[in-house]
């Protein structure tokens, strides 16, 4: 079945490590987001990516950083500069960008300790 | 910029009570418009979209029509089940060049047996 996999599903994690949260997709979709989704308001792009080796930020990037080496892949990496990092991470893809018609996966909730 | 405005919540009902959680939004020119429903523990599923005034976007059950005049796209559904309870977010894009959706804060249903 075609879809999208975030891992872990959960994770803990200390004050001042970093965290890498994993998507994965295999509907052959070029356009890739990480949205983050807090309690009250709504989802908030962290970043997206249209094509291989390239990516922008969104609204709340700082913190953040992405890679794109593969089609099917968009890591996110929770660094320690992110000042309030527990959240629930969600990834989406879609065929292109700009259909607002977006997959999402199941999600990944980090908690730091 | 562009935004969306979605009523609190959240919103109980009984089963088979008929549905309306309210959207508005702010966007230059003419956006197209979505609904997306999130189930507890789960990423957004794609419920219904619209792409032009007057339009009217459905699926299971669920309805939204395009106004452009009230830039509104309210959902409704004439007799919710207890399987409906879940956040929905409202969600526009524009449809000039490639950009990415702006989303609703969510509106949380809860419907009772």
């Known amino acids: 079945d075609g879809g999208i996999t975030q891992s872990p599903k959960y994770l803990f994690r200390k004050e001042g490590q970093n965290v890498t949260l994993s998507c994965e997709q295999n509907?052959?979709?070029?356009?890739m987001y990480w949205y983050r989704q807090d309690p009250g308001q709504g989802l908030r792009l962290i970043y997206y990516s249209q094509i291989v080796n390239d990516f922008q930020k969104g609204d709340i990037a700082e913190g953040y950083s992405v890679s794109r080496e593969k089609k099917e892949s968009f890591p996110l990496t929770v660094t320690s500069a992110q000042k309030n990092p527990t959240a629930f991470y969600l990834c989406a893809s879609s065929m292109v960008r700009g259909t607002g018609e977006l997959f999402f996966g199941e999600g990944s909730r980090l908690t730091v300790l | 910029g562009n935004s969306v405005t979605q009523m609190e919540g959240p919103v109980t009902l009984s089963e088979e009570a008929f549905l309306t959680i309210n959207c508005t939004y702010t966007?230059?020119?003419?956006?197209?418009l979505f609904w997306y429903v999130q189930y507890p523990g789960e990423g957004l599923q794609l419920l219904l979209k619209a792409t032009k005034a007057d339009d009217k976007g459905s699926n299971k059950g669920f309805e939204a029509t395009y106004r452009k005049e009230t830039t509104s796209f309210h959902l409704e559904k004439g007799s919710v089940q207890v399987s409906d309870s879940a956040v929905y977010f409202c969600a526009l894009i524009p449809n000039s060049g490639y950009s990415t959706l702006t989303f609703g804060k969510g509106t949380m249903l809860l419907v009772s047996p």
């Open positions: 966007a230059t020119g003419y956006p197209s």
């Open positions: 509907l052959n979709h070029d356009a």
